[in-house]
């Protein structure tokens, strides 16, 4: 598959003269991270990501980032505070975007992508037809195309700031994912042999097809966490959920209980994985990206004014690394 059989072609653009407050407007009404910076002939100059929009001093960077929140899980108002820095940042596109910038060649196909993507550390590149951009594939795009084939081409997806590159490998390995297996070798009369080797060699046969299980059996688990972050990337916090949850921490309370398990998601629904939770950083909402981006902005606006805490812990480490995330209200006092 090439790049223009997987990229989104409904694509969002600024001019170089844009102001910085056109560029953040710009990203909230579409629901995206980053827009590419084009002259008047489609030609890419740059392109500008939601970090770049970062205000220097603290207070912007805390309004910044619930704005950043806000946007995800298309939420409320903008802070009031962000605007401001906006209202005073009269600089333009030009002067804030990455350039130059890379892209790809509408022919480039999707394993190079993934690996350009993968070496370059980006989470999207631009894709160019005679000098124009006609498209973008993110991350996202090429999760798609393994998760979902039945979706179309240009079908817009969530920007995906915190699914793995797919290594072209990998992207290769999974891209054959339901053709029929080999069939089993045929048996061997050797291995009926009476003797020490050949006990030894069927112990060795018994240890390969349990490796080989491990590694079907995490590649079941991988294909699952992708598909339950995809869908909680896409889903949002609903009232009768919220109420829900808040219920069930209600039942809690009365056994007893100071603090409730609100969500389970995978690591990979934050930009990080999960990483800034488990240091832990104090900037780690900044990391949370739908439904749990909701969450965190219910309990700011309605639980935190009456007392209640959120915490944010790795609840489970597959292989070392951090699997699956819990947010967790607390009630519970706190010594003076």
């Known amino acids: ?16 003269d844009a102001p910085v407050r056109a560029v953040a407007e710009t990203l909230l009404t579409h629901g995206i991270s980053a827009v590419p910076v084009v002259d008047a002939d489609g030609a890419p100059l740059g392109i500008i990501s939601e970090g770049d929009l970062m205000p220097r001093n603290e207070n912007a960077r805390e309004a910044r980032r619930d704005w950043w929140l806000q946007m995800l899980s298309e939420g409320g108002e903008v802070h009031p505070d962000y605007l401001q820095f906006l ?9 804030i975007m990455v350039s130059p910038v890379l892209t790809v060649d509408d022919s480039v196909s999707i394993a190079e992508i993934a690996d350009l993507l993968y070496a370059k550390n980006i989470k999207r590149v631009p894709v160019v037809r005679n000098g124009r951009v006609v498209g973008i594939v993110s991350r996202a795009d090429l999760l798609k195309t393994l998760a979902a084939p039945h979706l179309h081409p240009g079908d817009p997806v ?19 994912r339901g053709q029929v297996a080999a069939p089993p070798p045929p048996h061997d009369p050797a291995a009926d042999e009476l ?13 390969r097809h349990e490796e080989q299980e491990r590694r079907e059996a995490k590649r079941i ?10 869908q909680m990337l896409a889903t949002h916090l609903s009232d009768e959920s919220w109420e ?11 056994k007893g209980e100071v603090e409730f398990l ?16 488990n240091a832990p950083d104090p900037e780690w909402p900044s990391t949370l990206r ?7 902005l219910r309990w700011k606006a309605e639980l935190r004014p009456h007392g209640f805490t959120l915490s944010a812990r790795v609840v489970d480490f597959p292989e070392g690394i951090p699997g699956d995330i819990g947010l967790f209200l607390s009630w519970a006092k706190h010594e003076e």
């Open 290 to 296: 739908g439904m749990a981006a909701d969450l965190y």
């Open 195 to 207: 003797s020490a080797s050949a006990f030894q060699a069927l112990g060795t046969e018994h240890e």
């Open 221 to 230: 688990a991988e294909e699952k966490h992708h598909r339950q972050a995809s």
């Open 158 to 176: 969530h920007d995906d700031g915190s699914l793995r590159p797919v290594a072209s490998d990998k992207l290769e390995a999974l891209s054959h």
């Open 244 to 254: 829900h949850m808040l219920h069930n921490a209600r039942a809690m309370a009365k």
């Open 262 to 277: 609100l969500l389970r998601f995978p690591a990979e629904l934050c930009t990080d994985h999960g990483r800034a939770i």
């Open 87 to 95: 209202k005073s940042d009269h600089r333009t596109a030009a002067q």
């Open 1 to 16: 598959m090439k790049a223009a059989d997987v990229m989104t072609t409904r694509i969002v653009t600024v001019p170089p």
